[in-house]
T-cell receptor, first 114, second 114 residues
Framework: NAGVTQTPKFRILKIGQSMTLQCAQDMNHNYMYWYRQDPGMGLKLIYYSVGAGITDKGEVPNGYNVSRSTTEDFPLRLELAAPSQTSVYFC?????????????FGQGTRLTVV | DAKTTQPPSMDCAEGRAANLPCNHSTISGNEYVYWYRQIHSQGPQYIIHGLKNNETNEMASLIITEDRKSSTLILPHATLRDTAVYYCIVRVDVYGGATNKLIFGTGTLLAVQP
């Protein structure tokens, strides 16, 4: 099983450039999430989605946009890259089994903005 | 949202039990305690979760105090591969429990020493 797949793994952007971080899951999970992790810090939730067509802001949404047109895909868009967005980005997905949910994470995209 | 407090770092000798504490004094009655770990910048990995009873699986045990204000993750026989950042998370439910957001703190860096 592929699980959660993130592309690209690494990227260098210039200030002001735009890009889309791709995230796909093949587990038919309803819930998907984007996190960022700055060096030496914990993960911060950027956006999340409870299903196709539904998204909501997390802790640090400024400078990002998301869409969820299908269950499988949850791309994260950076419109005007800034050095403060240099980080490792993790996508995750989960489903709910009764009261329990287990999130599965991708391997991350390491983004540097120069 | 219920917050968690963890020590920033701990050491453990290889083969010994590692006991990682977590305080969550503002937890509410229907919130679960989850533990994840992150090995060297990989995506976080689910370990275990619980509500009020002690739980055990193939990876670890979770002990939750009777008042639910704190918990301890126990790795019974720590190995070098258990060196990681361990996150204690109280699961936040929004939309009547649908979103299953996971809000990460800074975690505990467990260093298993040979």
């Amino acid at each position: 099983n592929a699980g959660v797949t993130q592309t690209p793994k690494f990227r260098i952007l210039k200030i002001g450039q735009s890009m889309t971080l791709q995230c796909a899951q093949d587990m038919n999970h309803n819930y998907m999430y984007w996190y960022r992790q700055d060096p030496g810090m914990g993960l911060k939730l950027i956006y999340y989605s409870v299903g196709a067509g539904i998204t909501d802001k997390g802790e640090v949404p400024n400078g990002y946009n998301v869409s969820r047109s299908t269950t499988e895909d949850f791309p994260l868009r950076l419109e005007l890259a800034a050095p403060s967005q240099t980080s490792v980005y993790f996508c995750a997905s989960s489903t709910r089994q009764g009261a329990h949910t287990e999130a599965f994470f991708g391997q991350g995209t390491r983004l540097t903005v120069v | 949202d219920a917050k968690t407090t963890q020590p920033p770092s701990m050491d453990c000798a290889e083969g010994r039990a590692a006991n990682l504490p977590c305080n969550h004094s503002t937890i509410s009655g229907n919130e679960y305690v989850y533990w994840y770990r992150q090995i060297h910048s990989q995506g976080p990995q689910y370990i275990i979760h619980g509500l009020k009873n002690n739980e055990t699986n193939e990876m670890a045990s979770l002990i939750i105090t009777e008042d639910r204000k704190s918990s301890t993750l126990i790795l019974p026989h720590a190995t070098l591969r258990d060196t990681a950042v361990y996150y204690c998370i109280v699961r936040v439910d929004v939309y009547g429990g649908a979103t299953n957001k996971l809000i990460f703190g800074t975690g505990t860096l467990l260093a298993v020493q040979p």
